[in-house]
């Protein structure tokens, strides 16, 4: 069974740079598989920033960055703010009509 | 203004069934994918299904963890989408969220519906 794997949390500094890869137990994630990003905070439902590989959803910052590094996918948060303290999921098509999310990484800004 | 509205959601007994319906409105019911998405208490977000679009027949994919006990269903005159749940388990009980999705990945979120399943 495929798992799409996550760190499950991440520390930065404000003002600082963070890299969250979303990766596959067996194999590479490519632009085929359609790597996109969501933020949730506590109480709230999921809102997108990335989809498509590196596509921003309207309305969000470009300090939000999605990208394919080596075998993964990755999103970047550059000048790390208070507020970026959130869930990150990350979600491949895995075809033949299925989707499937990562654990998520939880981001602390301190 | 694009709004997905879920209801139904509530408490059943383990084994029992379940329709959750999920409201659409603010863009063309037919031409969008519209899936459901879970989320256990605490834990992480778990794709559970989709209806494809009209121009692909309304084909339906299922997640494996709901296949064979869930079914999505439109009714594309009431712009809405249904999950019939059957057979249900504790480990079903989660928000249960309808979404937009798009443009490969581009998601819209509803605000999600309760289901507890516990006796």
């Known amino acids: 069974q495929t798992v799409v794997t996550q760190e499950p949390s991440f520390s930065v500094s404000p003002g600082g740079t963070v890299t969250l890869t979303c990766g596959l137990n067996?194999?590479?994630?490519?632009?085929?598989?359609?790597p996109s990003w969501y933020r949730q905070t506590p109480g709230q439902a999921p809102s997108t920033l990335i989809y498509?590989?590196?596509t921003r959803s309207s309305g969000v910052p470009d300090r939000f960055s999605g990208s394919i590094l080596g075998n993964k996918a990755a999103l970047t948060i550059a000048g790390a703010q208070a507020d970026d303290e959130s869930d990150y999921y990350c979600m491949v098509y895995m075809g033949n009509g299925l989707w499937v999310f990562g654990g998520g990484t939880k981001v602390t800004v301190l | 203004e694009v709004q997905l509205v879920e209801s139904g959601g509530g408490l059943v007994q383990p084994g029992g069934s379940l329709r959750l319906s999920c409201a659409a409105s603010g863009f063309i019911f037919s031409d969008y994918f519209i899936e459901w998405v879970r989320q256990a208490p605490g834990k992480g977000l778990e794709w559970v299904g989709r209806?494809?679009?009209?121009?692909?027949?309304?084909?339906?994919d299922y997640a494996a963890s709901v296949r064979g006990r869930y079914t999505i269903s439109r009714d594309y005159l009431q712009n809405s989408l249904y999950l019939q749940m059957n057979s249900l388990k504790t480990e079903d009980t989660a928000v249960y969220y309808c979404v937009r999705e798009s443009e490969g990945g581009k998601r819209f979120w509803g605000q999600g519906s309760l289901v507890t399943v516990s006796s």
């Open positions: 498509n590989t590196e």
């Open positions: 209806s494809r679009t009209k121009d692909a027949s309304y084909i339906t």
């Open positions: 067996s194999g590479s994630v490519s632009t085929t598989y359609y």
